[in-house]
């Protein structure tokens, strides 16, 4: 059984079919009959996709099943190509600070202000972010690179100074990758 959790919001008769179904499916079948339940399952719950017949402007993660009857197949079919786009996305796109890193696009932004990275800028600034200490240059070569080498080299320094160089040019923020003696990190 996966981790997601497919609420059914205000469709008991959906919602006891697929509860009726669930260990055949990859998702948690949840039911919320009216908005209280649906924050409350929301809350409870990080992974989550809302079936509705109707658009709710206050949700994310919603699959709206406005055209029925359907069938049972093409129904599940539908939910996990839905919960594939919201998985995607919530992987792909996520808040550093008071910056979004958007993957997909390779984009840092602030304030509907965007930046283009590289592949590698975007690498580095995910892997700084999900680290708790400082990164020594070891280690991003290693981790990001894939060197495996003692070489003396300064591909990392290099790439590091021109990517705080772009992040103060478009941002003026001059503490956005900080070095200290153990290495870099994300401020």
Same mark, same amino acid.
Not at 68 to 85: A, G, V, Y
Not at 145 to 164: A, D, F
Not at 165 to 187: A, E, V
């Given at each position: 059984?996966?981790?997601?959790?497919?609420?059914?919001?205000?469709?008991?008769?959906?919602?006891?079919?697929?509860?009726?179904?669930?260990?055949?499916?990859?998702?948690?079948?949840?039911?919320?009959?009216?908005?209280?339940?649906?924050?409350?399952?929301?809350?409870?719950?990080?992974?989550?996709?809302?079936?509705?017949?109707?658009?709710?402007?206050?949700?994310?993660?919603?699959?709206?099943?406005?055209?029925?009857?359907?069938?049972?197949?093409?129904?599940?079919?539908?939910?996990?190509?839905?919960?594939? /786009?919201?998985?995607?996305?919530?992987?792909?796109?996520? /808040?550093?600070?008071?910056?979004?890193?958007?993957?997909?696009?390779?984009?840092?932004?602030?304030?509907?202000?965007?930046?283009?990275?590289?592949?590698?800028?975007?690498?580095?600034?995910?892997?700084?972010?999900?680290?708790?200490?400082?990164?020594?240059?070891?280690?991003?070569?290693?981790?990001?690179?894939?060197?495996?080498? /003692?070489?003396?080299?300064?591909?990392?320094?290099?790439?590091?100074?021109?990517?705080?160089?772009?992040?103060?040019?478009?941002?003026?923020?001059?503490?956005?990758?900080?070095?200290?003696?153990?290495?870099?990190?994300?401020?």
């Amino acid at each position: 059984m996966s981790n997601q959790n497919l609420i059914i919001f205000n469709l008991k008769s959906l919602y006891l079919i697929l509860k009726e179904l669930e260990e055949y499916l990859s998702f948690k079948i949840l039911d919320a009959p009216n908005i209280k339940d649906l924050n409350d399952k929301i809350k409870n719950s990080k992974n989550y996709l809302i079936i509705s017949q109707k658009k709710m402007n206050d949700f994310d993660n919603q699959f709206v099943l406005d055209n029925l009857p359907i069938k049972i197949s093409k129904l599940i079919e539908k939910i996990n190509i839905q919960s594939l /786009k919201t998985q995607y996305n919530d992987k792909s796109e996520f /808040k550093i600070n008071q910056y979004t890193i958007d993957l997909n696009s390779r984009e840092l932004i602030k304030k509907n202000i965007k930046l283009k990275l590289t592949e590698k800028e975007a690498n580095i600034i995910v892997y700084l972010f999900q680290s708790d200490n400082s990164v020594s240059v070891d280690r991003l070569q290693f981790d990001v690179w894939g060197y495996r080498s /003692k070489l003396e080299t300064h591909t990392v320094e290099t790439h590091v100074y021109r990517l705080r160089k772009k992040i103060l040019k478009k941002f003026n923020d001059n503490n956005f990758i900080i070095s200290n003696k153990n290495g870099y990190k994300i401020n």
